[in-house]
């Protein structure tokens, strides 16, 4: 995590999303987050919301407090993209399992 972070900081987008990825996928609670804020703001990937969401709700669901509130405001204001991305957050999770 704080070697993509230090790559973050230095503008190596790509690098960073590679290493949060397999921090994430190892269950690393703050890179799930990380991760989910790099589909959502194309840093180092392609922008994409709903891996973004799924994978801001596994941060969620390991008691990540800013991912739990963040995913609330999904599930108020995008209920429809919150369950597609709820189901592939289950999805990612047996993956990774």
């Not at 590679?18 to 804020?37: C, H």
């Amino acid at each position: 995590y704080r070697e993509a972070m230090n790559c973050r900081n230095n503008d190596e987008k790509e690098k960073a999303f590679l290493l949060f990825k397999e921090a994430a996928e190892n269950g690393e609670v703050k890179s799930m987050g990380a991760l989910a804020r790099a589909y959502f703001l194309n840093e180092g990937v392609e922008e994409n919301q709903l891996l973004g969401l799924a994978w801001l709700i596994n941060a969620a669901q390991l008691e990540h407090i800013p991912a739990q509130k963040r995913c609330e405001q999904f599930r108020e204001t995008s209920p429809e993209l919150y369950q597609e991305a709820s189901a592939l957050a289950e999805e990612l999770n047996l993956q990774h399992a």
